[in-house]
């Protein structure tokens, strides 16, 4: 029993530092526009991305409750504790390797592969909710289509409607819109990328008979908010530069068109209590505004790139998370 205790804890704390990791690299995606538009000062628009995340994780706890059920059953997972902690394991290793080479990979593909690697290791592939997980794969499919898309038709419609405005005032006001819809950004970032830890310590709580219901404990909802908040007040230069500056060269009035479309996906997406990658929409969502703008002023050799991590990543956080289990279960 104190060694379930123990490693629950193990998993506790691993599970905030992901957060925690996953708000220095994931910053960079809320506020990358703002700041390469001069809207907002790197400083400033980290304090505001921090305050609206944790804003943003206290609203809603609907996509933790998939991340707990919706992969593996709690309640009946083997070895559940090493499996857990296993993922953890994986999915801080991903990410830190990916923000030490700036490059914009999806903490959620990071964890929901390690779990399903790590369960696999344990228990083979019937361990898997396949119903669950086809529907979680199939939202972060979609999400940066949709956002490539919405992105596209969003900044089209701006072009008509201020096709007769100064540039220059044009972008004034745009400048100044963008705070707003920065933070916006930012809060909807909070209200799913940040669900994702509170569901794998509930998770946790619930194999090792220490939660019983699929409701995610108010502790766990205030201290992972907090993680993230904490995380995001670091920041990711690494990954706004390429966010920012790569893709295409963003004015104000291509970031707030970028900065509305994602964000609408990412908080559609948490209304129906479904994971998403917010770096894949986000992302999307400057393609498509890009290919609307200039299809050439696209610079699609970082978006093959990009596109090619975000590919890879399920799949090798997976066979990583199997690993990590094949040696932990030795200790544990």
């Known amino acids: ?25 994931d910053t960079a995606n809320a506020i990358a526009t703002s700041v390469s538009t001069k809207a907002l000062k790197p400083r400033h628009a980290v304090i505001l991305a921090a305050v609206m995340n944790f804003v943003g994780a206290l609203t809603f706890t609907g996509v933790a409750k998939t991340i707990t ?8 997972l083997e070895n559940g504790s090493v499996v857990i902690l296993s993922a953890l394991v994986s999915a801080i290793a991903w990410n830190l390797i990916t923000w030490y080479y700036g490059i914009p990979s999806s903490s959620s593909h990071a964890i929901i592969g390690s779990i399903v690697g790590a369960a696999i290791a344990a228990s083979g592939f019937g361990s898997i909710n396949y119903s669950g997980f086809t529907k979680i794969v199939q939202s972060l499919l979609i999400s940066p289509i949709l956002a490539f898309i919405v992105g596209y038709v969003v900044f089209s419609l701006f072009k008509v409607l201020f096709k007769n405005h100064s540039l220059t005032k044009s972008n004034n006001r745009f400048r100044r819109i ?12 909070g ?6 830890a509170m569901g794998i310590i509930t998770l946790a709580l619930i194999a090792n008979n220490y939660h019983q219901t699929m409701d995610i404990p108010f502790w766990v909802q205030f201290s992972c908010a907090l993680a993230m908040g904490l995380g995001t007040s670091i920041g990711g230069w ?23 479309s994602s964000a609408s996906i990412i908080f559609a997406a948490t209304y129906f209590h479904l994971p998403v990658s917010t770096t894949h929409v986000i992302s999307s969502s400057i393609l498509g505004v890009g290919a609307s703008n200039r ?3 696209v610079n699609w050799g970082t ?3 990009m596109i090619f991590t975000w590919v890879v990543t399920l799949p090798a956080a997976a066979i990583l998370a199997g690993i990590v ?5 030795f200790f544990l």
Do not use: W
Request: net charge positive; aromatic share 12%; hydrophobic share 50%.
């Open 1 to 25: 029993m104190e060694m379930t205790l123990l490693i629950t804890c193990f998993i506790v704390v691993g599970a905030l530092a992901f957060d925690f990791i996953n708000g220095f690299h």
């Open 69 to 76: 059920s919706g992969i593996v059953d709690p309640f009946t």
């Open 178 to 189: 963008q705070i707003l819809t920065a933070a916006f950004q930012a809060y909807t970032h």
């Open 191 to 196: 209200t799913n990328d940040a669900q994702k």
């Open 238 to 260: 690494r990954i706004i530069q390429t966010v920012g500056n790569k893709i295409m060269k963003i004015r104000p009035v291509n970031g707030v068109a970028a900065d509305l």
């Open 295 to 297: 299809v050439k002023g």
């Open 303 to 305: 978006a093959q790139t």
């Open 325 to 329: 289990y094949y040696f932990l279960q």
